[in-house]
């Protein structure tokens, strides 16, 4: 009596054993997995620069590191700013050529090597017959350019051995080399404790089956690792290029990663399918079991939730993105072929297995260990899904919505008629070099970073066109007087670039609409709503500044107010009157309408748009070719104008120069030529508009104009 009474307990322990040698089993086997792969695809410095140069494969890497290295050449060459979007094609196509691979690979060797050295202080990687490469390429699109690159290219990336991250990086790989060869012993230990928990389980069916249920499930994580990298690389990089290139990065590394995920999946379905009771999976049974999760309701809320989200997700990535669904629905499909081929192959040998193994009675409920499984995947994949919308909403740092009594920065200036201050400007201030697909922009750095700089006025260009494809054409014929000075104000050469592009754009055009661009918008084009709304944001976030907006406006009045509608910068627009009396910054601050408008063209009878010849600005002359051709001698606009514009950048069409920028925006300069331009016509020089206003000190010329104490005082 007391051995049968003891039984139950016996069985008892021995499943509670069996189930801890099963989970042993599982998690070793997963840790181990992932350490030999990575162990092998980070310490290996042969497979880490092959898995580097298989990853320029990928266009978003190839991109990523194209920008990098026209950076690096266009820093040394600041000059090439004008053609970066040529440039970059050109270095687009070295980079995925073999040669620059073949280079590269070495390279990247080395500075793994060094990495791994306890000695190395610094990492160098460089290839410094990229530039040679690039010049060979470039000598296809013009010699003056070719000529202009320098014969050796710098370094594309140097870190510096004190960084954080380095030291980070270099500890984990550390880690990672010590712990490898426990790897191998741990894919053995786990192995042997999943035949240990199926050997001493009193229920050996059920064992199997779960083991087998959890091998899968091991696999099926280890191939989410490549979609948790594409999820949470855009949510965790806020650079969208960079992200992009982190993403084919880890398709590069952790690709072969998924097929190993999914031969162990397939060997824990093989493990599964063997354990199943009777002759193992039936098809129709399969089917139904299907039809029936789909049609039949659920008589718990919580099941019926379940299902109903389930089928309702389906539907929305069937209707969104047709072709992951497609898919998806492959990959489904593929599984429950294999799960069938499975137990075909197990009716097939059922004849020569032991008679015990066959004919058991032992009960096996094969859902619940399945369900079990499939819940561990969905829930990781839910996971990560979850942290990505997370990262994504996190909250951003607290915006202080307070000016703090200032008017552009300054409380003096918030008494001073808006006619008596001085304001920093950017000539052509949407063409930027931050932007791929301009060509010969007149600034480095974009809106947003202008305003963030300080500049305060923006001279636009406004125009319609279609789109085709990522260019735009112009519509020349949407305003009479457009056609008059093109090509006087751009150029003959920039002219005969912009019919070469706009001859080359080839499909239907898209729905006309206003972009910003420079005399054509084949060379470059921004849309103007969406650029307002950049100087929306900036207001919101900055209510004690005033801004003005100057347009050379080739598109009609009503293109210009449709855009501020859409943009909601209307609702910052100044709409009072101006002479005789000129508000104050304050007065303006305290009215909400904090933006000047001003058009050189036409106003259409808007009331808030005021025409800039017609007695409102003065100019100086803006062509001019050397630093000692600056004048401050009259050119449109009239003496009694209340706003006095000092244009100062050096004229080389059609490609401006960085180099002249750093020579004429130093603050000096500024300021000795605004003085005299003040002394000899009698006016305040309100807006003073330089290329390139991340260059030089635009911005502390201004404040010492506008007679204020220098940035630099201020800070302790």
């Known amino acids: 009596m007391g051995v049968a009474a003891n039984r139950p307990n016996m069985r008892r322990s021995s499943r509670i054993f069996a189930g801890l040698l099963a989970g042993t089993g599982l998690f070793l086997l997963a840790v181990s997995l992932l350490m030999l792969y990575v162990g092998r695809s980070m ?39 004008a053609v970066r979007p040529i440039l970059v094609v050109v270095t687009r196509g ?139 690389a855009p949510a965790v990089i806020l650079d969208p290029a960079a992200a992009d290139a982190v993403v084919g990065l880890s398709v590069a590394f952790f690709g072969p990663l998924r097929i190993v995920g999914l031969i162990v999946a397939v060997i824990g379905v093989a493990v599964a399918v063997a354990a199943l009771p009777g002759d193992g999976l039936d098809p129709a049974k399969l089917r139904n079991d299907l039809w029936d999760f789909a049609s039949r309701p659920r008589t718990r809320a919580p099941r019926e939730f379940v299902r109903l989200t389930a089928i309702g997700a389906v539907g929305l990535i069937a209707l969104f993105s047709p072709s992951f669904a497609l898919s998806m629905a492959a990959v489904a499909s593929g599984a429950i072929i294999l799960l069938l081929a499975f137990a075909g192959w197990r009716r097939l040998i059922q004849p020569y297995m032991p008679h015990d193994l066959v004919a058991t009675s032992e009960q096996v409920r094969v859902a619940p260990v399945a369900w079990a499984g499939a819940r561990v995947v969905v829930l990781i994949a839910l996971g990560i899904g979850a942290a990505a919308l997370i990262l994504r909403v996190r909250p951003q740092a607290e915006i202080v919505l307070a000016s ?14 808006l006619n008596e201050v001085v304001f920093a400007g950017a000539h052509n201030g949407m063409g930027s070099a931050t932007n791929p697909t301009w060509l010969f922009p007149n600034q480095d750095i974009g809106i947003r970073q202008s305003l963030d700089r300080g500049v305060r006025a923006f001279l636009l260009d406004p125009y319609r066109g279609n789109r085709i494809g990522d260019r735009v054409r112009t519509d020349f014929d949407a305003v009479p007087h457009a056609n008059r000075k093109f090509e006087e104000v751009i150029g003959p050469e920039a002219w005969a670039a912009g019919m070469r592009v706009r001859e080359q754009l080839v499909g239907d055009p898209g729905p006309s609409d206003v972009y910003l661009c420079h005399g054509f918008c084949e060379l470059g084009a921004l849309r103007m709503a969406g650029e307002l709304r950049i100087f929306v944001e ?14 050379e406006d080739y598109t009609p009045a009503s293109d210009i107010v449709a855009a501020f509608e859409e943009s909601g910068l209307l609702e910052y627009v100044y709409q009072g009157p101006l002479d005789p009396n000129w508000p104050t910054l304050g007065d303006m601050v305290a009215s909400g309408g904090r933006v000047l408008v001003i058009t050189e063209n036409e106003t259409g009878g808007v009331p808030w748009m005021h025409l800039a010849w017609e007695g409102l600005m003065a100019e100086t002359p803006y062509t001019f070719r050397t630093p000692e051709e600056f004048s401050c001698r009259e050119n449109r606009g009239g003496p ?41 016509r009698g006016m305040t020089a309100n807006i003073i508009a330089v290329d390139f206003a991340g260059i030089g000190d635009v911005v502390g010329a201004v404040r010492e104009l506008n007679g204020l104490t220098p940035l630099t005082a201020l800070l302790p």
């Open 640 to 680: 009694t104008a209340g706003l006095f514009l000092v244009n100062h950048w050096i004229e080389t069409t059609p490609a401006p120069r960085p180099s002249n920028a750093q020579i004429v925006n130093q603050r000096d300069v500024i300021v000795e030529r605004v003085r005299q331009c003040q002394s000899e």
């Open 538 to 551: 900036f207001l919101v976030t900055h209510p004690g500044e005033v801004v003005i907006i100057d347009f």
């Open 94 to 232: 070295v980079v995925a050529s073999d040669p620059f691979r073949a280079m590269i690979r070495p390279a990247v060797r080395q500075a793994h090597r060094a990495l791994l050295s306890s000695t190395a202080e610094d990492i160098l990687l460089a290839a410094p017959d990229a530039g040679v490469l690039i010049r060979e390429s470039l000598a296809a699109v013009g010699s003056t350019a070719a000529d202009r690159l320098p014969a050796r290219l710098a370094p594309l990336m140097q870190v510096q051995g004190g960084s954080p991250t380095l030291r980070v990086a270099g500890g984990v790989i550390d880690v990672l080399g010590l712990l490898r060869p426990l790897g191998r012993i741990g894919l053995l230990a786990g192995f042997l404790c999943l035949v240990a928990a199926i050997l001493v389980s009193p229920a050996k069916r059920s064992t199997m089956l779960a083991a087998g249920v959890g091998v899968t499930t091991v696999g099926a994580v280890l191939a989410l690792s490549v979609l948790a990298c594409r999820v949470l």
């Open 404 to 417: 703090g009594g200032t008017c552009n920065g300054a409380a003096e200036l918030c008494e001073r008629p």
């Open 43 to 81: 310490l290996r410095d042969d497979l880490f620069a092959q898995r580097v140069s298989a990853s320029l494969d990928d266009p978003r890497v190839a991109e990523f590191v194209a920008l990098r290295i026209t950076d690096a050449v266009i820093a040394q060459q600041p000059d090439l700013t």
